[in-house]
């Protein structure tokens, strides 16, 4: 077997339920989850109805590049939502969800033949960014998110040595689980370092669609070109229908940017057999075609967190994100693992506890004494949770 998969640890999902395994939740209550981060609205009906209508794709293979419509489809949602022009046919690719693309990038890019092969990743962070590293026969380096700064990424904890070792950056914006958007200045600073030490800025943006203020979150390819960069260079972003759309059962986003990079890449997911199906490429076409259900999508979530927040910050230390579906909440007494146990044991309730979601680094776990409620179910199931939040913290 391959050794580098020793080097992987557990998803906290299951490191969550190894911790809860001899807890009998409350039976008198139904069960509600707000751990999880998986879109719970209904899928719109434009594209149900384009699946429908695509099933006479299936007898032939479909392209890895994806069909000429899909990429046209792609860089039109890209001009709308960004003001960018990009190249259909060289700075975009289909991809099957951000999360396989996410792992697939470092398979592409690092070089594991290179001493101190590093990829740098945020603290919080999603899992797979990690586990794609090690795949890859990287070292992992965290930047940890700073409280005081609504947790944004502190990158100065990374110093100029691992920097130098660095080919591969993950970040994360609208992050999880913070919600924290990078703004211009923090990508300056991160695209001065990608020019110094030659590694390439792997930006996840599955959350853009979702925010609550009334300018749309900075994304990377935006930032690049106010910055004069208009190549991408050394840059690849990472889009997803899953939250935008809710179909995070369609598997289907895309990566744009550096077309040397996309070139690469599209080598890479040749031989990996990674192409997008045409039933779903259809499925695409329609839902980046429209914005009408994101703006719906985008209203439900923001009622949800007006309900929700006051109620859940008159006991906890929590606040209204950037961006994103998550509250990133301080738990009273810091023990946000015991917190999460006996919230489920006495009110039916899971919450994923945030050291989970971190690693020790530089002193301490950024995740500890948080816990990250993902508020994807629907409103009333939403304040139920947050009612019993309330009656659980007041009881302790």
Avoid at 180 to 192: H, I, S
Avoid at 281 to 306: C, L
Wanted: charged residues 15%.
């Amino acid at each position: 077997m391959n050794p580098l998969l020793d080097r992987l640890q557990p998803y906290p999902f299951e490191r969550l339920k190894a911790l809860t395994a001899g807890i009998t939740p409350n039976a008198d209550v139904a069960p509600i989850s707000l751990g999880i981060g998986e879109p719970r609205h209904a899928a719109p009906a434009l594209i149900e109805e384009a699946i429908k209508g695509a099933m006479k794709g299936l007898s032939g293979y479909p392209a890895t590049a994806g069909t000429p419509a899909l990429r046209q489809a792609i860089t039109g949602w890209i001009a709308r939502r960004y003001g960018l022009t990009l190249d259909p046919l060289t700075q975009v690719l289909p991809v099957n969800g951000s999360r396989e693309a996410l792992f697939a990038i470092a398979q592409t890019v690092v070089d594991a033949s290179r001493p101190g092969a590093t990829v740098v990743c945020p603290n919080p962070f999603y899992q797979i960014y990690e586990g794609a590293a090690l795949l890859a026969g990287a070292s992992v380096a965290f930047a940890n998110a700073d409280p005081a700064r609504n947790f944004a990424v502190d990158w100065r904890q990374i110093d100029d040595a691992t920097w130098a070792r660095t080919q591969l950056l993950y970040v994360c914006s609208p992050g999880n689980p913070s919600g924290a958007v990078m703004p211009l200045a923090e990508w300056q600073a991160l695209f001065e370092l990608s020019d110094r030490h030659g590694f390439v800025i792997a930006s996840d943006e599955c959350y853009s669609e979702i925010y609550f203020g009334d300018e749309p979150p900075l994304g990377g390819l935006e930032a690049a070109a106010k910055l004069g960069r208009s190549d991408f260079r050394n840059l690849i972003s990472f889009t997803s229908l899953s939250k935008r759309s809710n179909v995070p059962g369609l598997r289907s986003g895309f990566v744009a940017g550096d077309a040397a990079l996309i070139s690469k890449f599209l080598l890479y997911r040749t031989y990996h057999g990674s192409a997008m199906s045409p039933i779903v490429q259809a499925a695409s076409i329609a839902a980046w075609g429209d914005e009408a259900h994101v703006a719906d999508n985008r209203a439900r979530y923001a009622a949800k967190f007006a309900a929700v927040t006051p109620l859940l910050a008159s006991v906890l230390d929590v606040a209204l994100p950037d961006a994103g579906f998550y509250l990133w909440a301080a738990v009273p007494d810091g023990n946000d693992i015991a917190f999460a146990q006996g919230l489920l044991a006495q009110y039916n309730l899971a919450v994923l506890p945030g050291s989970l979601l971190a690693r020790e680094a530089h002193g301490s776990n950024p995740g500890a004494g948080r816990i990250r409620l993902a508020l994807v179910a629907d409103e009333a199931e939403c304040l139920e949770a947050a009612h019993r939040i309330v009656s659980f913290t007041k009881s302790r």
